[in-house]
C-alpha cells in the first residue's frame, strides 16, 4: 500500500465583538443603546473534490485559518461574517484527531464536507441588553472564540506510472528530478519489491504518482512471484514508462527484454498505455532527438537527460495526458468497489 500522509493546524475564526454605543440624533439627547452584534467567525472545511489527487498541497502549506467575525458598531451595524476556509482533500481522505487518532471522518464522495473547526459566534451588541429598569446598558458580549486542531489526514494511493527499466536505467535518478515528495510506503507481504514513490506536479491542478518499480524486472529474473497484494496495485498502474539506457549496446533489444519480463507478471500489464524513453540523452552527442530515437531502432521514444533536464517538461506533460485519458474513461466506467481493505 502507498500512503500519502500530511498534518494540518486548522483554526476557525472568532466571532466579533458586540458594540457599546449610544443612538446620537440631533434633538434626541439621550438614545437608547444601538450596539450591533459581532459577525460569525469563519468556519473550516475539509471538502472532497475529484481534481485533487493527493496530500501535497496539504503537506506544503499545513496551517489553515478562517477569518474572524467583524465587530458590531453603532446603528446596529452588526459585524461581517469571517469567510470559511474550505480545504480541497482528495477522494479517499481519512481524517484523524491527531492527539487522540480518533477517525473523525471518512471523505469519499466529491463535495463531502467535514467541519474541522466552527467559527466562533458574534458577540451581542449592548442593544441587546436594554430592559425597562435597565435602559441604557454599557456592556456588550465578547465574541465566542475560535478553535483550534490538528487533524492528521491519510490517503491510499495508486501509482498513476510505474517506472520499469533494466537496472542502471536511471530510473532513481529519474523520480528523484521530477518529484516532489515522497509518501511512506507500507510492507507488502510476501514481495521482494520495494518501490520509490514520488508526487509529481505539473501544477495545482495536475499532480501524479510515480513508482519506481525495481524488482519488478529483477523479481522476473529470479522467477520469484510477486506478492497479490503488489501484483493488483501494479495492475492498477495507469501508465507503464519504459526506460532505456541510450549508452546500451542495443536499446531496442533492452526494450524488448522489458517487455518480456513485464509479460511474466501479467499480460495485462503490455495493454497499458505507455510511454517509452531513451535516458541519459546527455551522453549522446548533440543531435536531434527524434534522429537520435531513430538512429537506436525507437523511434516512437523520446530522448530525455535527468541530468540536464532535458526533455523532462514534455514527457510529464505526455505522462499526464495518458493518465487524464484513463481517469476520463474511469469516470464512465463501473466503480470499481472491489478492492478490500488489504491492500
Ligand atoms: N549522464 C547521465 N547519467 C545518469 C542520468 N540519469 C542517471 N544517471 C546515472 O546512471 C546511474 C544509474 O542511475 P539510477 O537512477 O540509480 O538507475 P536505476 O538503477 O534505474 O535506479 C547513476 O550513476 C546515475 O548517476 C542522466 O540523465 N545522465
Ligand atoms: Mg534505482
Redesign the pocket.
Known amino acids: 500500500m502507498l500512503i500519502d500522509q500530511a498534518r494540518i493546524h486548522v483554526f476557525s475564526g472568532p466571532g466579533g465583538e458586540g458594540c457599546v454605543s449610544f443612538r446620537r440624533e440631533k434633538f434626541v439627547p439621550k438614545g437608547g443603546p444601538d450596539g450591533g452584534d459581532g459577525g460569525c467567525g469563519g468556519s473550516v472545511f475539509l471538502e472532497v473534490n475529484a481534481h485533487v489527487r493527493t496530500l501535497l498541497d496539504c503537506r506544503e502549506q499545513p496551517r489553515y485559518r478562517a477569518a474572524r467575525g467583524g465587530h458590531g458598531s453603532g446603528n446596529r451595524r452588526s459585524g461581517k461574517d469571517g469567510r470559511d476556509l474550505v480545504v480541497r482533500v482528495p477522494p479517499g481522505t481519512v481524517v484523524r484527531d491527531a492527539e487522540t487518532g480518533e477517525v473523525l471522518a471518512d471523505l469519499v464522495h466529491p463535495g463531502e464536507q467535514f467541519a474541522a473547526g466552527k467559527g466562533g459566534r458574534g458577540g451581542r451588541g449592548n442593544a441587546h441588553f436594554a430592559t425597562s429598569t435597565h435602559q441604557a446598558p454599557r456592556h456588550a458580549e465578547p465574541g465566542g472564540p475560535g478553535e483550534e486542531r490538528w487533524l492528521e489526514l491519510e490517503l491510499k494511493l495508486i501509482a498513476d506510472v510505474g517506472f520499469v527499466?533494466l537496472?542502471?536505467?536511471?530510473?532513481?535518478?529519474?523520480l528523484s528530478r521530477v518529484s516532489k515528495a515522497r509518501p511512506r510506503i507500507a510492507p507488502y507481504p510476501f514481495t521482494t519489491l520495494e518501490p520509490h514513490l514520488g508526487i509529481v506536479a505539473l501544477d495545482e491542478e495536475r499532480q501524479f504518482v510515480a513508482a519506481?518499480l525495481?524488482g519488478l524486472i529483477a523479481g522476473a529474473h529470479e522467477g520469484k512471484g510477486l506478492g497479490h497484494q503488489f501484483l493488483r496495485h501494479i495492475e492498477r498502474t495507469r501508465v507503464l514508462l519504459f526506460?532505456v539506457e541510450a549508452g546500451a549496446e542495443d536499446p531496442a533489444h533492452d526494450l524488448e527484454v522489458l517487455e518480456r519480463e513485464v509479460s511474466l507478471h501479467g499480460p495485462a500489464l503490455l495493454e497499458k498505455p505507455r510511454c517509452v524513453v531513451v535516458?541519459?540523452?546527455?551522453?549522446l552527442p548533440p543531435e536531434d532527438h527524434a534522429a537520435a530515437c531513430a538512429r537506436l531502432g525507437l523511434p516512437d521514444a523520446r530522448l530525455?537527460?535527468?541530468?540536464?533536464g532535458e526533455g523532462l517538461a514534455p514527457l510529464l506533460e505526455d505522462l499526464w495526458g495518458l493518465i487524464a485519458r484513463s481517469l476520463e474513461a474511469e469516470g464512465t466506467a463501473p466503480a470499481d468497489e472491489d478492492e478490500g481493505e488489504d491492500e
Open positions: 527499466g537496472p542502471n536505467a536511471g530510473k532513481s535518478t529519474l519506481d525495481p526506460m535516458t541519459k540523452g546527455d551522453l530525455i537527460s535527468a541530468q540536464s
